[in-house]
Structures are given as structure tokens and as C-alpha cells.
């Protein structure tokens, strides 16, 4: 049992903190312990009851205050969808969160943290003219595509350890999956999660003609958030999605050994 603590400690925070809400929402609604409609986005009980909540505070009502569903915003993030599909979802939000943080936001994990709380509130505006009520997916392609546009050029990406790819096609990919299993309701949502994924990208993280990124001061995570999740202390390179850098030619590949010159023939 120690074992597995310490292997579930060596998961980063942001990371272990997405991984363990996915299951904390989901298997209690595959169970039936839950019902979907407790946990989904729904705008009216959230923003309208909310506006009321705090009419009711101003007139010192403060126990009228548990109409307003907030908790929504957060659960609507997490509920998987049931079957075979839900254990390729988790997986792949491990893998695309940890290469994430272990990568580009090593020893930043509140970074992380902030910057998805941004996105987050991004996606739901976003989805917000589709009717979505679950941004599962959305949040994963998102993540996905951000992943995909800080990989280096020409990396390659291993799909489930059947397929080997460019990593740049992994969001579009999902989303033709996204068409497929799900219809054109299902891709625009996953459309809609690349258009953040890649704002995000661009405001945050692209960085041209020596300029800085757009939004990098409110990249940052604020003082209270950083204390609360800090820098991250897990190793640096975990297990992540596995990128496969571009191949280099055999003339720029670095030498390695001790050179034992041409060598001579026996007898001469």
C-alpha cells in the first residue's frame, strides 16, 4: 500500500488533482450513485439562481444562498462517458496532462493550475451557443492542442501503442473521432475546444519576431493559487504521452565512444 502512495505521489499535483476528479465524478454516476442531472452545466440554475442568491445576501438572506448550483461549473468538466471509451478518455488525460507538466510547465504547476482555471472559463463561453452541458471533451482537446503546438517540429506522438503520428494532427484527429461516434453536435464542441486550445497557445505561449506572448503577465498564477498548489516537486520528464523527437540525419548525429582511428590490417 506504501507502494502505491508513493507512486501516486510522484504524479504531479495538477495532474493527480485532474485525474482523481474525473474519477471522483464519473464512477459515481456509472455506478447510479449519482444522477447525471446533479452534476451537468446548466445555465439556468447556475447563473440565474446565482443572481438571485446574491439579491437575497444584500437583504441579509444568506441561507437562501444554497440555491445557487455552482458546483456545475466544476463537475461539468469531469464526467466521462461510460464503457471502453471512458478508460482511453482518463488515459489519455494522464498522458496529455502530465506531458504537460512535466514538460513545458515543470516546476510551474500553479502555472498549470491558473492557466486552466483561464481556459476553463474560456470553454464555457465557448460552448455556451452549442448547448453543451459537459466540457469533458472540449478540455481534453484543448489540452491536446496545446500539447501538440509546443512539441517540437516534426514530433511524432505513439496513438494507444498502435499507431505512431505527427503530433500536430492529434487534436483534428479527435475530432473527426468526435464526428464519427457522435455527430456533427459532438465535433463542433470538439472544434470548440481546439479554438481555445490553440488561444490559448497564442496568448500565452507564442512568442514571434522576439516579442512576448500576448497575455504572458496573466499567464502567471496569482500569489493565493501558488501557495496553495506550488511549484511542483515530482521528477521532471514523467510518463506523459510519448514524443518521438524528428530524426536526424547520420552527419549531425553526435559520436559517441572513444575513437579508435582507422585501424590496420593483420599482417601488414
Given at each position: 500500500?506504501?507502494?502505491?502512495?508513493?507512486?501516486?505521489?510522484?504524479?504531479?499535483?495538477?495532474?493527480?488533482?485532474?485525474?482523481?476528479?474525473?474519477?471522483?465524478?464519473?464512477?459515481?454516476?456509472?455506478?447510479?450513485?449519482?444522477?447525471?442531472?446533479?452534476?451537468?452545466?446548466?445555465?439556468?440554475?447556475?447563473?440565474?439562481?446565482?443572481?438571485?442568491?446574491?439579491?437575497?445576501?444584500?437583504?441579509?438572506?444568506?441561507?437562501?444562498?444554497?440555491?445557487?448550483?455552482?458546483?456545475?461549473?466544476?463537475?461539468?468538466?469531469?464526467?466521462?462517458?461510460?464503457?471502453?471509451?471512458?478508460?482511453?478518455e482518463l488515459v489519455m488525460l494522464y498522458r496529455t496532462a502530465d506531458q504537460l507538466e512535466s514538460g513545458p510547465?515543470?516546476?510551474?504547476?500553479?502555472?498549470?493550475?491558473?492557466?486552466?482555471?483561464?481556459?476553463?472559463?474560456?470553454?464555457?463561453?465557448?460552448?455556451?451557443?452549442?448547448?453543451?452541458?459537459?466540457?469533458?471533451?472540449?478540455?481534453?482537446?484543448?489540452?491536446?492542442?496545446?500539447?501538440?503546438?509546443?512539441?517540437?517540429?516534426?514530433?511524432?506522438?505513439?496513438?494507444?501503442?498502435?499507431?505512431?503520428?505527427?503530433?500536430?494532427?492529434?487534436?483534428?484527429?479527435?475530432?473527426?473521432?468526435?464526428?464519427?461516434?457522435?455527430?456533427?453536435?459532438?465535433?463542433?464542441?470538439?472544434?470548440?475546444?481546439?479554438?481555445?486550445?490553440?488561444?490559448?497557445?497564442?496568448?500565452?505561449?507564442?512568442?514571434?519576431?522576439?516579442?512576448?506572448?500576448?497575455l504572458e503577465t496573466y499567464a502567471r498564477a496569482p500569489g493565493w493559487l501558488r501557495s496553495l498548489v506550488g511549484d511542483g516537486n515530482?521528477?521532471?520528464?514523467?510518463?506523459?504521452?510519448?514524443?518521438?523527437?524528428?530524426?536526424?540525419?547520420?552527419?549531425?548525429?553526435?559520436?559517441?565512444?572513444?575513437?579508435?582511428?582507422?585501424?590496420?590490417?593483420?599482417?601488414?
Amino acid at each position: 500500500m506504501d507502494q502505491f502512495v508513493a507512486e501516486i505521489r510522484k504524479i504531479p499535483p495538477v495532474t493527480r488533482f485532474l485525474c482523481f476528479s474525473s474519477l471522483g465524478v464519473t464512477i459515481p454516476v456509472l455506478m447510479k450513485l449519482v444522477h447525471p442531472y446533479k452534476i451537468i452545466f446548466i445555465h439556468q440554475l447556475v447563473t440565474k439562481r446565482m443572481e438571485a442568491s446574491c439579491a437575497h445576501l444584500v437583504c441579509n438572506r444568506i441561507s437562501q444562498f444554497h440555491t445557487c448550483q455552482i458546483w456545475r461549473i466544476f463537475t461539468s468538466f469531469f464526467l466521462g462517458s461510460g464503457g471502453i471509451n471512458y478508460v482511453f478518455e482518463l488515459v489519455m488525460l494522464y498522458r496529455t496532462a502530465d506531458q504537460l507538466e512535466s514538460g513545458p510547465f515543470a516546476r510551474r504547476s500553479a502555472d498549470f493550475a491558473w492557466q486552466l482555471i483561464l481556459v476553463g472559463g474560456a470553454i464555457i463561453l465557448a460552448c455556451l451557443p452549442l448547448g453543451a452541458a459537459i466540457f469533458t471533451r472540449p478540455l481534453l482537446v484543448a489540452l491536446t492542442y496545446l500539447s501538440s503546438a509546443l512539441a517540437p517540429p516534426g514530433a511524432q506522438t505513439s496513438l494507444l501503442g498502435l499507431l505512431t503520428l505527427p503530433v500536430k494532427f492529434m487534436p483534428y484527429i479527435m475530432i473527426a473521432m468526435d464526428f464519427l461516434m457522435g455527430g456533427p453536435a459532438a465535433a463542433a464542441q470538439g472544434i470548440a475546444g481546439a479554438v481555445v486550445g490553440h488561444l490559448w497557445w497564442w496568448t500565452m505561449w507564442a512568442a514571434e519576431g522576439g516579442q512576448r506572448p500576448m497575455l504572458e503577465t496573466y499567464a502567471r498564477a496569482p500569489g493565493w493559487l501558488r501557495s496553495l498548489v506550488g511549484d511542483g516537486n515530482g521528477p521532471v520528464g514523467g510518463a506523459g504521452v510519448h514524443v518521438i523527437p524528428p530524426r536526424q540525419p547520420a552527419a549531425a548525429r553526435p559520436r559517441t565512444g572513444h575513437s579508435w582511428g582507422s585501424g590496420r590490417r593483420l599482417g601488414t
